[in-house]
């Protein structure tokens, strides 16, 4: 099966609706579409926060995230998937990243968009840092997301090496 | 042998750069012992890389582990667990 796919690492504000809707416009083969879009909260444990800037590691994050499209598209009969994921100051409210994808049924579409999802967690090279009112601090990874990952157990990415 | 280091979030603010290119010392052959000889470079190294358990590396922009020879690599990045999403 051909999967259409776009990875996208920018700065810019994005807007989910109108990128998911690309993945079903002109085409009758779809019929489930996921969207997940991971937002800005406005407290980061408990406290406000003003801001999260986003690092990443230009190249990598590209070639990373394509490596989980890719493995993606081989476990499940995908028709389409986007990862767009932002870099730099995010205030709360703003998305920061989103992840669809699309298929004939459901169950590939859900099981997919949790699949790239856990693995952008815990292998794509970004890092988050929160604007506090006493200062910046850098946001720690979870063991929950590192074991959420795991249970894939893929071929794929850094696991290769283990 | 020069080979460029990449260095992000408060890897790269402990060692108070984002990146510079080094040769790599005969007797230095993996990931892991580029940490050790690098935690000995002075006080910004030892505080980036004193504890080499919490750090992660790439070797020319895909994941490694430290006990992977550093071999004919180009770029080795190091980074704390990553955060995205």
């Excluded at chain 1, 801001?51 to 490596?67: F, Q």
Aim: some cysteine; hydrophobic content about 45%.
């Amino acid at each position: 099966m051909t999967t259409t796919s776009l990875v996208r690492i920018q700065r810019e504000p994005f807007d989910a609706a109108t990128e998911a809707g690309k993945l079903t416009r002109g085409r009758t083969d779809v019929g489930a579409l996921v969207t997940f879009t991971g937002v800005c909260r406005g407290a980061e444990a408990g406290e406000p926060i003003a801001a999260l800037t986003l690092e990443h590691y230009p190249g990598m994050a590209e070639a990373e995230i394509e490596r989980y499209v890719a493995e993606a598209a081989e476990r499940w009969p995908l028709l389409g998937v986007t990862v767009i994921h932002r870099h730099g100051r995010i205030v709360p409210g703003e998305d920061i990243m989103m992840v669809a994808t699309a298929s004939s049924h459901r169950q590939a579409a859900f099981a997919a968009a949790e699949f790239l999802m856990d693995y952008l967690k815990t292998c794509a090279p970004f890092w988050k840092q929160v604007e506090k009112a006493d200062g910046k601090i850098w946001v720690d990874a979870k063991t929950t997301d590192d074991v959420a990952a795991e249970r894939w157990a893929v071929t794929a990415g850094r696991h290769a090496a283990e | 042998m020069t080979i460029k280091l990449r260095y992000f979030a408060w890897v790269r603010e402990r060692v108070g750069k984002p990146d510079e290119d080094i040769e790599v010392p005969s007797g230095v052959a993996t990931v892991g012992e580029l940490m050790v000889w690098l935690a000995s470079r002075g006080e910004e190294y030892a505080h980036a890389f004193g504890n080499p358990k919490v750090i992660r590396a790439a070797i020319d922009r895909s994941h490694v582990k430290p006990q992977t020879p550093i071999g004919k690599a180009s770029e080795i990045a190091f980074f704390p667990p990553m955060t995205g999403g």
